[in-house]
């Protein structure tokens, strides 16, 4: 899908912003950027491995660190994840609007 020299840079870089976006999601800060970061992403990755199950390439997955081949429920289990991904997106709008909890009320 991609040449071997951006495969390369892909493969280097992503594990590592995969794990700062981690991290930022877990503190919260800026929650609605890295939700929608990560969602994106997430999107992306579906499209990809839909693809390639679609065109009945025999790949293996890899996903989780074990070795397993791409089949239709990688792709639901991917779809899964995509999904929740949408879900925590969503909410974190919601909650956006919304005063912190730990925030003084106003004073009429």
Known sequence: MISPEASQVVAHTLPFVEIILGLLLLIGWRLRIWSAAV?????????????????????????FGIPEKLTG???????????????????????????????VPEKA
């Open 73 to 103: 429920m990688t792709v639901v289990r991917d779809g899964a994840f995509t999904a929740l991904a949408l879900i925590m997106t969503i909410f974190a709008f919601i909650e956006a609007r919304e005063p912190h909890p730990w925030s």
């Open 39 to 63: 969602t994106l992403i997430m999107a992306g990755f579906l499209t990809a491995v839909s693809r390639a199950y679609l065109l009945h390439m025999d790949i293996d997955c890899g996903c």
